[in-house]
């Protein structure tokens, strides 16, 4: 049911890149509003990986980085480190005619080779 | 330091009605710009929104859920209390509370979790 569109899957050898997709559409980030980004590490809640698009929060590491464009976002990881694997999500907000809500993407698993 | 953690059944049967609560600590409800949602895993699966209330008692529901969920919060607690009425086993997930401040043109997204409570819906 949800509105942002996630690759099931992406891995990548340790220390290479990879990048993770986040598709929506004109009533969410297209309109404009910011792109969150969060990783769940197997067994734990969900962290707060990259805000307002871009942004890391104090003790993220700057592999991480974030990007919007259009009615989609990224995510990439750079220096691709085994504690890595992880499952994440992108969120926005959407208002479309059903009313505004909060919306997670489909997520996305990432495998360390 | 914000701190959130998740209370309430581990069981419910189909039909019932769920009362989960979070207890926080680390700031105040009435504060300008914050708000706690309830977000919710189903074993496997994805992350889904369900309700946010803001500090100003401002609330937002899930379409898809909305004339089965209602958001409370009490202030003085330091509480944020979500209902979710007739229960489905389809409804069995983790359900988590998050921490989230926003201002006028700008937000942080849910910075901070509870550790999650998982809810099975069983007869």
């Known amino acids: 049911q949800s509105v942002l569109t996630q690759p099931p899957s992406v891995s990548g050898a340790p220390g290479q890149r990879v990048t993770i997709s986040c598709t929506g559409s004109?009533?969410?980030?297209?309109?404009?509003?910011?792109v969150h980004w969060y990783q769940q590490l197997p067994g734990t809640a969900p962290k707060l990986l990259i805000y307002?698009?871009?942004n890391r929060p104090s003790g993220v590491p700057d592999r991480f980085s974030g990007s919007k464009s259009g009615t989609s976002a990224s995510l990439a990881i750079t220096g691709l480190q085994a504690e890595d694997e992880a499952d994440y999500y992108c969120q926005s907000y959407d208002s479309s005619l059903s009313g505004p809500f909060y919306v997670f993407g489909t997520g996305t698993k990432v495998t360390v080779l | 330091q914000i701190t959130l953690k998740e209370s309430g059944p581990t069981l419910v049967k189909p039909t019932q009605t769920l009362t989960l609560t979070c207890t926080f600590s680390?700031?105040?409800?009435?504060?300008?710009?914050?708000?706690v949602g309830w977000i919710r895993q189903p074993p496997g699966k994805a992350l889904e929104w369900l309700a946010l209330?803001?500090?100003?008692?401002?609330?937002r529901y899930s379409p898809s859920l909305k004339s089965r969920l209602t958001i409370t919060k009490d202030t003085s607690k330091n509480q944020v209390v979500l209902t979710m009425t007739n229960m489905d086993p389809v409804d069995t997930a983790t359900y988590y509370c998050?921490?989230?401040?926003?201002?006028?043109?700008?937000?942080?997204?849910?910075?901070?979790w509870g550790q999650g409570t998982l809810v099975t819906v069983s007869s």
């Open positions: 004109s009533s969410n980030i297209g309109a404009g509003y910011d």
């Open positions: 680390g700031f105040s409800l009435s504060t300008s710009g914050v708000g």
């Open positions: 209330i803001y500090w100003n008692d401002d609330k």
């Open positions: 307002g698009n871009s």
């Open positions: 998050a921490h989230r401040q926003e201002g006028s043109g700008w937000s942080r997204g849910f910075d901070y």
